[in-house]
């Protein structure tokens, strides 16, 4: 042992680091025992976690290995300052993140992973909402991180002080310790690949899956993944470009003819079945995280008075499910239609921030003004940037709200009340006056802390400041705006799209949980059929396309969703559900599930929350990898956008 005591801080450093990984797994096993429990072989996670475990701290020790080594003595101690302050800032870190599991874990149904990492570019908005919601996590975390962060500083020397070994002894343990500390950071040496995050799937259960990994690791991974992100071929696997495009268009509504130019491949034109004499403004009421089992009419919880009540003069989705768990990922689905995939969604990737397809870019080239209306900042997201890029020529958001000098009823954490935003939005669209618009308005409301103005409602439930009660209110001001729409000359000239971005937590024991991406979305409107429901499944990413078809609009574009109005093809109900980096492709009652790395898998849903394993078809499993590939090369080669040449005409 006297040969290696020089590499004693190092070891010091990994069961220190052990203890806190292995510690706060036992903590979350018995935190949400009621889902680990009920997985399999639940008892996985332990020897899975310490493989993991052990490969974050061997890479975290090479810099301090490869110092011991090779610096002479006298150098050693020069740099015991910089060692411990290293070992020391690592352990807290990797402290200060299974601390702040439990909390995202409740959130997101996951360890904190690429999320964690886009939220820390909004410090403002996040710290509103940590110290609102989480109040007394972070006190305890402080205290936590402050006693541990003392007794390491007191106990350095004891744990973090290189012992003194002659330097050709150094020298000689160097192969043997090295190969020691690149084998436990590779972790094998038979897979060609070094191990990864998907090495720790071994159930159905994405969370117990995730609960066998360390919170650093994610977040590291998911920053190292980041650099492939646009490319889905090393994700879930290889597929010629023609070939996917090809499997893209069986599943669209366009038939051969309508497609326009090979080299924007998915550009077609679509007609509706009867074209006005008049344009209609056309108005989307984004609605932040409300999800179907929240809706009274979907069944949900009696949240929605309001909504339910509309519901019966207009045009209800009642299968309709969202793309992914975030609001730039429903945005991209309501404005853009394009297809969801692995990637940050366009709306905060550089390549799209001009000359890419959006239904405001569209309806602009027919004379339309156009508009998004925001109770909050407008950056946030990289919102503006991509609307101002992509055909929204005015952008009204929270500054606006307080340069007007008007009266609002609440100022949140998050921006301006919902209400606050339907009255501004009806001052707004009253101005137009005979210019037909175009205008995507998002509420805030609904977002923890969930802040909303007093005796608004009744209260669903004690205290005040939860979800179903943020429900209820975002529901009192979808009808305060159409009481307001409704007093106006533009209301009978307008089609009103009412659509959830995605739902709040999406969780669940499925790899996907399928039933969290359920979503409403109603139409109203001049020949809108009222009390009518559409009871087929259907995508998110179809509503565009369809909308277009319901105000009557000719159009030009590359969405490849369906016009599900469209009877030319007989076509089974299919969504599309990106869930962190996990794909589900569902055709009918067949979902075929993607996931880094592995091979597709296939089940049978019974309902929206009970899957059972099958055979992978082929075919699907290839229709699946298909999207997702298109995606990636769309974006990529900038072929989702209008006909530049046309429009110059």
């Given amino acids: 042992m006297r040969k290696i005591k020089h590499l004693k801080p190092i070891l010091n450093f990994i069961i220190a680091g052990l203890i806190i990984t292995t510690f706060s797994r036992l903590v979350l096993l018995f935190i949400f025992q009621d889902r680990i429990n009920d997985t399999d072989n639940y008892w996985h996670i332990f020897p899975i976690g310490l493989r993991f475990d052990i490969i974050l701290l061997c890479y975290l020790s090479f810099l301090p290995f490869l110092l011991f080594t090779f610096l002479p003595d006298r150098f050693i101690k020069c740099i015991t300052p910089f060692t411990n302050f290293y070992f020391i800032l690592l352990l807290s870190l990797l402290l200060l993140m299974e601390l702040s599991s439990p909390d995202f874990i409740r959130q997101y149904d996951t360890r904190p992973n690429r999320l964690f990492l886009d939220y820390l570019i909004y410090p403002k908005e996040v710290a509103g909402t940590l110290f609102k919601s989480y109040l007394p996590s972070i006190i305890a975390t402080i205290v936590i991180m402050a006693g541990f962060i003392a007794m390491l500083v007191k106990f350095r020397k004891k744990l973090f002080r290189p012992f003194p070994v002659y330097y050709k002894t150094r020298l000689l343990m160097f192969p043997v310790a090295g190969f020691l500390l690149f084998f436990g950071a590779r972790s094998s040496l038979v897979s060609k690949r070094p191990i990864n995050a998907s090495n720790a799937v071994f159930s159905y259960d994405q969370l117990t899956n995730c609960i066998g990994l360390n919170s650093l690791y994610t977040v590291a991974f998911a920053a190292y993944s980041l650099k492939h992100e646009d490319n889905a071929a090393k994700m879930y696997g290889k597929m010629d470009t023609e070939e996917a495009y090809a499997r893209v268009k069986k599943y669209m509504t366009a038939l051969p003819q309508d497609f326009t130019n ?388």
């Fill in 262 to 649: 090979p080299e924007l491949p998915l550009l077609h034109i679509q007609k509706p079945d009867s074209i006005a004499d008049k344009k209609y403004n056309i108005v989307i009421f984004l609605q932040e995280s409300l999800g179907a089992e929240y809706v009274g009419c979907l069944g949900g919880y009696p949240l929605t008075p309001e909504l339910d009540t509309l519901a019966k003069q207009g045009l209800l989705f009642t299968n309709l499910y969202c793309t992914g768990t975030r609001s730039v990922r429903g945005i991209e689905a309501v404005v853009t239609g394009f297809l969801p995939s692995p990637s940050e969604s366009v709306v905060k990737l550089s390549k799209s921030q001009s000359g890419f397809f959006t239904l405001a870019d569209l309806m602009k080239s027919k004379g339309y003004e156009t508009s998004f209306i925001y109770g909050g900042m407008s950056n946030f997201d990289n919102m503006a940037s991509f609307f101002n890029g992509n055909g929204f020529s005015n952008i009204i958001d929270e500054e606006d709200f307080e340069e007007d000098g008007k009266k609002y009823a609440l100022k949140g954490t998050w921006g301006y009340s919902d209400e606050d935003l339907a009255v501004k939005a009806n001052d707004y669209f009253k101005k137009q006056g005979d210019k037909p618009f175009f205008s995507l308005m998002f509420s805030t409301s609904n977002h923890e802390p969930f802040e909303f103005p007093d005796n608004r409602i009744k209260l669903y439930e004690q205290p005040k400041k939860t979800v179903k009660n943020a429900m209820k209110y975002a529901d009192f001001s979808i009808g305060k705006f159409f009481d307001l729409a409704r007093k106006e000359a533009y209301f009978k000239n307008t089609i009103f799209l009412v659509i959830a971005d995605h739902n709040t937590r999406t969780y669940g024991k499925n790899l996907v949980p399928i039933n969290k991406f359920h979503i409403p979305a109603l139409v109203i409107g001049p020949g809108i059929p009222k009390g009518e429901k559409y009871t087929g499944l259907c995508s998110q990413i179809d509503i565009p396309p369809t909308l277009l078809e319901l105000a009557d609009v000719v159009a030009e574009t590359p969405m490849p969703g369906r016009n599900l109005f469209d009877k030319r093809k007989n076509l089974k109900g299919r969504a599309i559900m990106q869930f962190h980096n996990t794909n589900a492709f569902r055709v009918g009652d067949k979902v075929v599930i993607m996931q880094p790395n592995k091979k597709p898998q296939q089940f049978r849903m019974k309902n929206d929350t009970v899957l059972v394993p099958e055979a992978v078809n082929k075919e699907l499993a290839k229709d699946a990898l298909a999207h997702v590939i298109a995606a990636s090369d769309l974006y990529k080669k900038g072929k989702y956008r209008l006909d530049n040449k046309k429009r110059k005409q």
